[in-house]
């Protein structure tokens, strides 16, 4: 997973050391249509300020990255947490990648490691009140499922680098650890995401919509270990794809966005573990 932590969080969380935070080469430059407007960089990962398609923009605003991002630590298989208490601050940036400065969590609206990876938090700020006082409009989260060989951007707040290739297909079970995500985005060869890259928003080149959240990468070729995530089939096939980037799909998140911004698991057509 790929996550910046600080030696006393990892211990805490599994006891192993998760991916390097050395800088990578990014791939080769992004298109013009993304920037890093819109996203943010978190003490340990990054995330973006996100909104549905049918969201206001007098709703308070949204911070999404990965479940494995929680300031709580990382939650255990199975777990899910919703509407906790959160102060957590997030670093706003422009289009180049500049700090323009900070908003504030509220909550977190809900937080998961099962069947996804993902952590949405709710702001003191709404969307327009963002834009007012940063120029900055969030990205849109994408309602449908991607599709193979969809140019995209894995967009990095805390690293300010752009890591761009095609979508290479999808895992039906990933296995990394103890956690499970179902239908992951597998990226192809030329996003070497890196630690720190953790909850990046996976942007759609030609439409500059959200179609994912990175979250993990096989570092080093090991079979369904931490840092190592494995594919597995609908027969229990295993397959593993050294070097090989993953991220968790947010079509699904929509439909559980209500009013006011309100994360609602009963919303028809949510889906979101509970």
């Known amino acids: 997973m790929n996550r910046r932590l600080v030696s006393t969080l990892l211990a805490a969380a599994t006891g192993a050391v998760l991916a390097a935070t050395t800088l990578a080469t990014p791939a080769s430059a992004a298109p013009t249509a993304v920037s890093f407007a819109g996203t943010v960089a ?43 208490s959160s102060t957590r601050s997030f670093t706003v940036l422009s289009s180049s990648g500049r700090s323009l400065g900070t908003v504030r969590a509220t909550k977190v609206s809900y937080g998961t490691m099962t069947s996804t990876d993902v952590a949405i938090y709710q702001t003191n700020r709404t969307y327009a009140q963002i834009q007012s006082q940063f120029g900055v409009a969030p990205l849109t989260l994408a309602n449908t499922h991607p599709t193979a060989g969809t140019a995209m951007s894995v967009v990095s707040g805390y690293w300010k680098r752009m890591y761009n290739c095609n979508v290479d297909g999808f895992a039906y079970k990933l296995r990394e ?44 070729g090991g079979q369904c270990t931490l840092n190592n995530p494995c594919e597995v089939d609908q027969a229990g096939n295993i397959t593993v794809r050294s070097g090989i980037g993953y991220g968790q799909q947010t079509y699904i998140i929509v439909p559980c966005i209500g009013t006011l911004s309100q994360i609602d698991l009963a919303r028809p057509g949510c889906t979101l573990p509970r």
């Open 42 to 84: 978190l003490s340990n990962c990054s995330g973006s300020i996100v909104r549905a398609p049918h969201s206001l923009s007098s709703d308070p605003a949204l911070v999404m990255s990965n479940g494995h991002c929680l300031e709580s630590g990382m939650p255990g298989p199975g777990v899910v947490v919703v509407n906790q």
């Open 177 to 220: 650890a103890g956690w499970t995500f179902n239908d992951s985005i597998r990226y192809t060869s030329a996003c070497k995401t890196i630690g720190g890259t953790s909850g990046s928003p996976i942007v759609e080149v030609s439409t500059g919509k959200v179609i994912g959240v990175n979250n993990t990468r096989n570092e080093s």
